[in-house]
């Protein structure tokens, strides 16, 4: 019962942004641990960031920290990925996932995510 639907993914050229949305439904959001992965052919699925709870501060892998941010709307349902300054190497199919036992202490990167959406695809040209 738990979905999770993505979106805002396309084609941008290199320096431009995205937001992607991920929607989610049978979930106490609030208390859910979301991320966002990435996977581009032929490379292993990479973890990109991650929060738990509104207002809640986000966790990023090295590469992406001061041009993505992680967001979440409680009353949406809804966690946002904005990604400035794309470069051709964030090219890949993101993906949102969830965890519903993490915690504010256990949230982040690591976490073994339950629940997947079905992606979006980010294309960066350069």
């Known amino acids: 019962q738990v979905q999770l639907v993505e979106s805002g993914g396309g084609s941008v050229q290199a320096g431009g942004s995205l937001r992607l949305s991920c929607a989610a439904s049978g979930v106490v959001f609030s208390r859910t641990c979301m991320g966002w992965f990435r996977q581009a052919p032929g490379k292993e699925r990479e973890g990109v960031a991650t929060i738990y709870a509104n207002g809640g501060k986000g966790m990023y892998t090295d590469s992406v920290k001061g041009r993505f941010t992680i967001s979440q709307d409680n009353a949406k349902n809804t966690v946002y990925l904005q990604m400035d300054s794309l470069k051709p190497e964030d090219t890949a199919m993101y993906y949102c996932?969830?965890?519903?036992?993490?915690?504010?202490?256990?949230?982040?990167?690591?976490?073994?995510?339950?629940?997947w959406g079905q992606g979006t695809q980010v294309t960066v040209s350069s």
């Open positions: 996932a969830a965890d519903s036992n993490s915690n504010w202490f256990t949230c982040g990167l690591w976490v073994d995510f339950g629940y």
